[in-house]
């Protein structure tokens, strides 16, 4: 009797195989060939799945938007430590997610040349924030009454700290073992709530 094949799981092989290739080898070099080969499979295998690397580029982000909201999505509680240990599962803090997240910052550097791909990022960052509010508003409850313009300039202050420290952890990981991200991370915190409190009035 045939084997039976879990397709989503093989699609998932294969695009966190496209993570691990583009981390190890940057965008260009992670052929679709490569990608198979990581994954452990030919490229007649991929091929019922695939038709292109780009729709591979697009399983992975999907892939890694799905895992990161797995991890959010852990229980905490409203202190601002909870908040701090729920974010900093969107760190490079270990080595899955130093793979995921030098996915990401292969994936950036592509953007400036390419429309598509740009079109692409503006829906991630969109999924991205959605998970990033749902965590502010669950670990920091008070951020529900901050007015709009408040709230939001926590989200992107919050937002582009993360990525930067990504990638400065992606570039110099000696410089960046978790637990430095981790403090740095929490005072940003520290900061960003004082501030919105502060301008909220409180």
């Known amino acids: 009797m045939p084997k039976r094949v879990d397709h989503a799981q093989r699609r998932d092989e294969i695009a966190l195989a496209a993570c691990q290739a583009i981390a190890q080898r940057g ?4 052929t679709v060939e ?9 490229t007649g295998m991929v091929a019922p799945y695939f038709d292109s ?11 890694i938007l799905r895992r990161m909201d797995q991890r959010l999505r852990r229980p905490g509680g409203g202190a601002q430590a ?8 969107a760190l490079p803090i270990d080595a899955q997610r130093r793979i995921e997240c030098s996915f990401w910052t292969a994936f950036w550097g592509q953007l400036s040349a390419d429309r598509e ?14 998970l990033f509010e749902r ?26 700290f ?17 637990r430095e991200q981790i403090r740095q991370l929490q005072l940003h915190l520290v900061l960003l709530r004082g501030w919105a409190r502060t301008a909220n009035g409180d």
Do not use: M
């Open 162 to 178: 993360i990525n930067g420290l990504t990638t400065s952890a992606v570039a110099s990981p000696r410089d960046w073992p978790a």
């Open 34 to 42: 490569r990608i198979a080969r990581t994954a452990g499979y030919t």
């Open 82 to 89: 909870d908040l701090l240990g729920v974010l900093s599962e």
């Open 117 to 130: 791909l740009k079109r692409l990022n503006a829906w991630v960052h969109r999924e991205y924030r959605k």
């Open 135 to 160: 965590c502010l508003g669950e670990h920091w409850p008070e951020s529900v009454a901050w007015p709009p313009a408040v709230r939001a300039q926590v989200l992107r202050s919050l937002i582009t």
């Open 27 to 30: 965008f260009a070099q992670a």
């Open 53 to 63: 690397k780009r729709e591979i580029l697009l399983a992975a982000l999907r892939l």
